[in-house]
């Protein structure tokens, strides 16, 4: 990821401050409280291009410990600033790329749109060792870019037609699944056509 990416992440953090946790994620909790009664008191989750933290404040409001990782160290400067940050000791935060960490046993991973950011030739080692990252009856909870997303051609980016993108996740299974087409932009602006692929997940419990 080169500097022009990087001022990219900021001036994104900059046009989405302030706003609420992704729908999947919340969806994914609602799930748990609705099954399990909420997280049990030592759960972990994991964020996974955690950004400026709008998906970790809710994890860490929720009980849930939390390793948020991302590459942009501006990122936990903005999230360690924040005003809702709560339960700061519960929080774990590594600047790198998810790729390269060794993903410990979580009861949640959530990754809102920041799975396509990891590139292609990394990605096809990276999700088993996500999915291996997931304990039994553990979900996930996130974004997968679909092959017809402007971005997909992209050489750093990762997207998949949606019936491939079903069997990466022929293990799980799966309690959410949106395809989202449309022509619009991201919040900094930039024209473009989104394809999506929202989902929430569950590993089978033991
Ligand atoms: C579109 S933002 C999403 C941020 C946040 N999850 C949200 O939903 O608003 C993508 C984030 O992923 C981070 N990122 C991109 N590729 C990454 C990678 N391979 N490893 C870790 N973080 C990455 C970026 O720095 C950025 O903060």
Redesign the pocket.
Known sequence: ?GEA??DR?VR??DN?AG?PP?GTLLRALAAIDAEEGGPRSDALAL??????????VELLRRGYRVLA????PR?FERLRARADLVRREALETRV??????ELPPADLI??????????PE?FAAFWPRLLAALKPGARFA?QLLGARDSWASGPEITAFEPHVARALLASLSVEYWWEEEADGAT?TGEKKHWHLLHIVARKPAR
């Open positions: 990821m990416r990087d992440w994104y953090y989405v706003r992704r964020d996974l291009g955690a950004g400026d933290g709008r998906d970790t990782i991302d590459c942009e990122a790198a790329r998810f790729e390269d960490v959530n990754a809102s749109f920041a799975l396509p950011f990891c590139r990394r996130g919040p």
